[in-house]
């Protein structure tokens, strides 16, 4: 356990309240720089499929095209395709997304 998340009482016992409240401040401050909103990745998506309609794009192809859309920002580079590589298991978990398998395979979303 980290135990800068840890906030004692005037006793010396551990405040379980309190270090809960540190540790949701500190757990919002990292999700507010490492992670991006759903609608921003399905937007870039999107914008992937629609400049090839009707093909499945394999899940590489779709993150390297995709993350531009996001940022173009070379710092946030593995950011970026880490969270639309994790939405799109989610997207496909979910139906959203098909995968096609074979030669010219990839994922399309379900019509």
Not at 14 to 42: C, R
Request: proline share 4%.
């Amino acid at each position: 356990m980290d135990k800068s998340f840890v906030v004692r009482g005037v006793d010396g016992s551990v405040d379980v309240d309190a270090s809960v409240v540190v540790f949701k401040k500190a757990l919002g401050e990292w999700v507010s720089k490492n992670e991006l909103p759903g609608s921003t990745l399905e937007k870039a998506v999107r914008s992937v499929f629609a400049k090839h309609p009707g093909k499945p794009i394999s899940t590489a192809t779709i993150v390297s095209m995709a993350v531009l859309e996001v940022s173009s920002d070379p710092e946030q580079f593995v950011t970026v395709s880490n969270a639309l590589t994790a939405w799109l298991k989610g997207q496909v978990k979910s139906g959203n997304l098909v995968v096609h398998r074979g030669k010219n395979g990839g994922l399309k979303f379900k019509e």
